[in-house]
């Protein structure tokens, strides 16, 4: 059973648009909620995380929005640029001790 | 090191063969953890340690694979009688501490492939 869910699995925007990435899970002991962007040939790299007592965190492009209730999250990247384009992952964790990450989105961020 | 050094960053090896992964972690950092990246999926978790224990190893997939770290430091992933189906990048990443808040750092990896 595939504890976090993401999608899509892959999204093309314009550059300077805004790129969305859903993400839901079924655990709800998890209490971690990272984002990580991966580029080719590269390890993933911790990008922005949320813990569920707060439904919002933003960090200069890039926001992270939970719904406890609904068990999701999201990653916003606005003014989306092309620099941007890579693989996303979401991950979900309880305790820290291991993560469970989503499948991937494939970002493609057009000139 | 600055980051988390994987060796080798490839590795062909024939199906049935034995093959070692290593990975050195940041220097200080107490919790190493290994992860399996298939082509195309997020990575999954093999074997987490804290120290030189094996804090847990639910992930690893069965008797082939091990994994320690003897001297609380470096980490070396052990893959007896390989199969086709073990090809993948093998991703290890390291914390200050489990649960801390900057997260592991993750390797660039080691790209297996069991022809």
């Known amino acids: 059973q595939q504890q976090v869910k993401q999608s899509p699995q892959s999204l093309i925007v314009q550059k300077g648009g805004i790129s969305i990435i859903n993400c839901a899970y079924e655990?709800?002991?998890?209490?971690?909620f990272p984002w990580y962007q991966q580029f080719p040939g590269k390890g993933p790299a911790l990008l922005i995380a949320i813990r569920p007592d707060v439904s919002e965190k933003k960090e200069g492009r890039f926001t992270i929005s939970f719904n406890k209730s609904a068990k999701q999250f999201s990653l916003h990247i606005m003014d989306s640029q092309p620099g941007d384009s890579a693989t996303y992952f979401c991950?979900?964790?309880?305790?820290?001790?291991?993560?469970?990450f989503g499948s991937g989105t494939k970002l493609n961020v057009k000139p | 090191g600055a980051g988390v050094s994987q060796t080798p960053s490839n590795k062909v090896t024939e199906k049935g063969k034995y093959v070692e992964l290593r990975c050195d972690p940041i220097?200080?950092?107490?919790?190493l953890y290994w992860y399996r990246q298939s082509l195309g999926q997020g990575p999954e978790f093999l074997i987490y340690f804290q120290g030189t224990g094996a804090a847990d190893d639910s992930g690893l997939p069965n008797d082939r694979f091990f994994a320690v770290r003897p001297e609380g430091s470096v980490s070396t992933l052990k893959i007896q009688r390989t199969e086709r189906g073990d090809s993948a990048v093998y991703l290890c990443?390291?914390?200050?501490?489990?649960?801390?808040?900057?997260?592991?750092?993750f390797g660039s990896g080691t790209r297996l492939t069991v022809v």
């Open positions: 220097s200080g950092h107490t919790a």
């Open positions: 990443a390291s914390s200050l501490s489990p649960g801390s808040n900057y997260g592991y750092t």
């Open positions: 655990n709800t002991a998890f209490d971690y």
């Open positions: 991950a979900a964790s309880k305790n820290f001790n291991k993560f469970y």
